[in-house]
């Protein structure tokens, strides 16, 4: 990840020191891979998204900058802020409730000058909007099932018949369990969760406990909204293998191993091909 220097304030002796943040294109690309959901998003929501995505330390999300008299947030008002006032000036991000509101990605046509790759993660990030609305609009076992789906599609267990969906009364927890080789050497238990607002910390612990009761080593827990600090922290701290796939994180998963998706057109991007127009010199 490309980072530049800014220079922060100390608001307890107002010196200013320089900090190393992500560069202003490195947060313009992962504003427009956001999440958005329906209502849209804040800069405040995005900026927590965007400091875990940097992987940012407490020093660089909590160095500040002076405005006039007042000391703000670094991160937040002069990098994630700028680019979301850049973004809705260039067209891309909109905000149907009007000014200080939550943003959206826009869906007009793209302006002069946007490059292919933009134009593709735009396309992309709108796909994974709609598998998330989708998802949300069909019932707890579909979920599960899609779940089982996209993970025998990216390896796991072989075929669909030998992966198994749970999602009974009395499952501990549990919504699936697949193998995590062919030859089923080692299992992994599966929770699915349709989830509004992020998921915190009971549920995850419930998670283990229901795998200490199977004696299995490694879970999965699949979720269409986020996990929230603790929820991760606790994950991370566990005996227990756990790996935690928040919303973008599935539909993403599912767009890369077509899951729920279709190709509808395929264009193919050419260059000059220079060497062609070598002449041999005698």
Do not use: C
């Not at 405005?67 to 909109?94: I, Q, S």
């Not at 292919?116 to 949300?136: F, G, H, M, P, V």
């Not at 499952?171 to 699915?192: H, K, P, S, T």
């Not at 879970?219 to 603790?230: E, Q």
């Amino acid at each position: 990840m490309s980072r530049k220097a800014k220079m922060a304030v100390d608001p307890t002796t107002g010196q200013a020191y320089s900090i190393e943040l992500p560069d202003s294109e490195a947060v313009r690309q992962e504003i427009l891979k956001l999440d958005y959901p329906p209502d849209g998003i804040t800069i405040k929501e995005a900026t927590q998204k965007l400091a875990e995505k940097f992987r940012l330390s407490d020093e660089e999300i909590k160095a500040q900058t002076k405005r006039g008299t007042r000391y703000l947030g670094f991160f937040h008002y002069e990098v994630v802020g700028t680019e979301f006032k850049r973004l809705l000036k260039e067209g891309k991000l909109e905000q149907p409730e009007g000014k200080g509101k939550p943003y959206v990605l826009s869906r007009k046509e793209p302006p002069s000058g946007e490059s292919i790759e933009e134009i593709y993660q735009r396309i992309r990030a709108k796909l994974a909007e709609d598998l998330l609305q989708q998802i949300k609009a069909n019932s707890p076992a579909f979920f599960e099932k899609l779940v089982i789906d996209l993970l025998v599609k990216m390896g796991y267990g072989g075929s669909r018949e030998d992966a198994q969906n749970v999602g009974r009364s009395g499952d501990g927890g549990i919504d699936g369990i697949i193998n995590e080789d062919r030859l089923g050497l080692d299992v992994i238990y599966v929770q699915a969760k349709r989830w509004v607002g992020s998921i915190g910390e009971p549920p995850i612990r419930d998670f283990v406990g229901a795998l200490d009761g199977e004696g299995v080593q490694k879970g999965i827990f699949i979720t269409t909204s986020d996990f929230n600090p603790a929820a991760k922290d606790f994950a991370e701290r566990s005996s227990k293998r756990i790996i935690l796939i928040n919303g973008q994180q599935l539909a993403q998963l599912m767009i890369e191993h077509n899951v729920g998706v279709s190709t509808v057109e395929t264009h193919e991007i050419k260059r000059v091909d220079s060497d062609y127009f070598i002449e041999d010199v005698e």
